[in-house]
């Protein structure tokens, strides 16, 4: 939460006041009004999902890492899966949006054709892209690619909210009648998708 500040001047931020879990877990207003999101079709879904899976030793987009030890199954088609109970509970298609980066778009396009969606209707998923930013070492300088050229990396998470916006998905999403996303990062299997009351609690 930042108070008013005239340009450039530094801003005073204050941390918003803490939620407890059951605050909104336990809220039958929130689980009502959650509950009748999803039933309307008006509750979206926003996975960001641009890493790659380097920090688990493994080579490709993080999203297609095998998490699960049993099954070996992708944190891609844990989230499908749980899509897909909350489409038959609900009776709605789907909206799920899938941000990911230049460097691993055709590669997270291509695991997911392989695997047929995870039994997704294809047209209920969208992937978008985030911006790139030249890449700066410690001192502020700019690095070289391999070509060349100037390093580049995807500008992170907080990069959304304007890949949203200059795709052209708000506009697109808005049209299908979508109020609410509940956004999820790839890299967390346990995230309980979708959460009634907390997406509820959120738009009250």
Known sequence: ?????????????????????????????????????LAEGRAGFLTVAGGQG?????????????????????????FAEKLLA???????????????????????RAFFQEHEFFGIPEREVTFFCQS??????????????????????PDGHGGVIEALRSGGLIARIAVRGVQELFYFQVDNPLVRVPDPPFLGKHSL
């Not at 005239?6 to 959650?34: C, I, N, S, T, Y």
């Open 86 to 108: 909350c489409r038959r509970r609900y009776g709605r298609p789907l909206t799920w949006l899938i941000m990911v980066s230049p460097l691993n778009l055709e590669v997270t």
């Open 1 to 37: 939460r930042a108070g008013p500040s005239a340009a450039g001047a530094a801003v005073d931020l204050q941390p918003v006041a803490a939620l407890r879990r059951e605050q909104w877990q336990e809220d039958p207003e929130a689980l009502e009004r959650g509950e009748q999101l």
């Open 132 to 153: 790139m930013y030249p890449t700066l070492d410690p001192e502020g300088r700019l690095l070289l690619a391999e070509n060349g050229g100037l390093l580049r990396n």
């Open 54 to 78: 380097s920090r688990l030793g493994f080579r490709g987009p993080k999203g297609c890492f095998p998490i699960s030890v049993l099954r070996r199954a992708s944190l891609f088609q844990l």
